[in-house]
């Protein structure tokens, strides 16, 4: 790849792959090679990460099989909270599994461990440690009968879905900049809007996220009653259009899916990209 100028830091530098839509929400075409390394590398930690490991994309790419950076489909269900804020760690076939735990109440040890047996083994491991031999050990276990056993094969599991709005915001700025970018080329790199638009992602792509942008929403309720129609359908989908307030909007619907969609102001004046009525679409297949 030749030297050109990198479409978020503005300086010239060798290009790289740049997938306008993370490469593990399943985008195998749509990319743009006009993204510098060190760029391409901060928005994936800082920008694009949030979205991709977000509860409710990992429960989307689950249900898709679609494969991460490490090779592995996420399991958003893989740590939840019991009643009492213990740590559940519920594996792929949703076995839950609490996390054994050793603690010393007074002069008792309480252990919480999925199993009987494993419990033995941590106690017998804890009492060797105080210098008990191992008959010592067998025989404090069968005077003490110490282990209660708990039913705790369908503890009530308690998941953290709280979404940080602005980050998704942040994420699909990213998506609708570069593909503006991508079908308006040179005159929107210079568009002032396009400007701040670049300094807010280039400082979150060094992990500054003191800047923010108004003009980012999520898709307007007519939209997505359109959407919902769709779910289903496999793809994610782009709009480039102009609306009354001759603004330049990008719609960045990711999986046909309400709460991951979103209208994005991309310029302020619309009127000198000279697209009238059309709306330029992109549809993306899920690969
Ligand atoms: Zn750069």
């Known amino acids: ?3 050109s ?3 978020i830091c503005g300086t010239v530098k060798k290009g790289t ?3 306008i839509i993370p490469k593990s929400l399943g985008n195998e075409s749509l990319k743009i090679y006009c993204v510098c390394k060190e760029c ?3 928005l994936g930690a800082n920008v694009d990460s949030y979205l991709v490991n977000h509860m409710f994309t990992q429960i989307i790419r689950q249900s898709l099989g679609l494969k991460g950076q490490s090779g592995e489909v996420p399991n958003p269900f893989k740590k939840g909270y019991d009643r009492e804020g213990n740590i559940v760690h519920v594996n792929g076939d949703f076995v839950p599994r609490t996390l054994p ?6 002069t008792k040890v309480r252990i919480t461990a999925p199993s009987r047996e494993l419990a033995l083994t941590m106690l017998r491991k804890k009492l060797s440690r105080q210098g008990f031999s191992d008959v010592q050990i067998e025989q404090y276990i069968e005077r003490e009968n110490i282990i209660r056993e708990e039913n705790v094969h369908h503890p009530e599991i308690r998941y953290d879905m709280t979404v940080d709005l602005n980050k998704f915001y942040l994420s699909a700025l990213k998506i609708a900049y570069e593909y503006g970018y991508h079908k308006l080329g040179k005159l929107f790199y210079n568009d002032e809007t396009a400007q701040y638009i670049r300094m807010i992602l280039f400082n979150a792509s060094n992990g500054n996220f003191d800047y923010t942008y108004e003009k980012v929403r999520l898709l307007p309720s007519f939209m997505t009653h359109i959407i919902e129609k769709a779910q289903g359908v496999n793809c994610h989908m782009l709009f480039l259009h102009q609306d009354t307030a001759n603004q330049l909007i990008v719609d960045v619907i990711l999986f046909m899916t ?21 709306f ?5 297949p899920i690969q």
Do not use: W
């Open 5 to 7: 100028l990198c479409i």
């Open 17 to 19: 792959e740049e997938h």
């Open 258 to 278: 309400p709460v991951l969609s979103f209208s994005v102001c991309i310029s302020n004046n619309a009127l000198k990209y000279r697209i009238g009525n059309e």
């Open 1 to 3: 790849m030749d030297e």
């Open 40 to 42: 391409n590398s901060g």
């Open 280 to 284: 330029i679409t992109e549809i993306v």
């Open 101 to 106: 735990r050793l603690e010393q109440v007074g």
